[in-house]
């Protein structure tokens, strides 16, 4: 006779997928999204470093080739690492105060597509 096998996937706690890609969100804080930073995060395999280049806002989007899905037959899938900026609940007096400071050096840049 024929033997029946099924296979039921979980879903993940960590990782979301799309076909064979695996897709994964990330906090990282205002001043590593304003100056740049190199970060672990986990694989199915372990961990691995992304690059995030200053600037980079939230919400986008980063690909790590062949760190997804690896099928029997077809493409091996990759990483997609999102990034959110993380903002606080609450700050300390002194983090406030940094804030301020940085405030008064801040240019109009960010607001300038509004107008």
Do not use: C, W
Not at 26 to 40: N, R, S
Not at 68 to 75: N, V
Request: glycine share 10%.
């Amino acid at each position: 006779g024929d033997l029946l096998v099924r296979v039921r996937v979980t879903s993940s706690q960590t990782f979301g997928r799309r076909g064979n890609d695996l897709t994964l969100t990330v906090p990282i804080t205002y001043t590593e999204a304003a100056l740049g930073t190199k970060m672990d995060v986990p694989t199915l395999n372990g961990g691995v470093k992304v690059k995030i280049p200053s600037g980079t806002p939230t919400g986008k989007t980063f690909r790590v080739k062949g760190r997804g899905i690896d099928p029997e037959r077809g493409r091996s899938g990759d990483l997609l690492v999102t990034v959110e900026v993380a903002v606080p609940n609450k700050v300390s007096k002194a983090e406030k105060k940094l804030l301020e400071e940085l405030a008064e050096y801040e240019t109009d840049d960010v607001r300038s597509h509004l107008r």
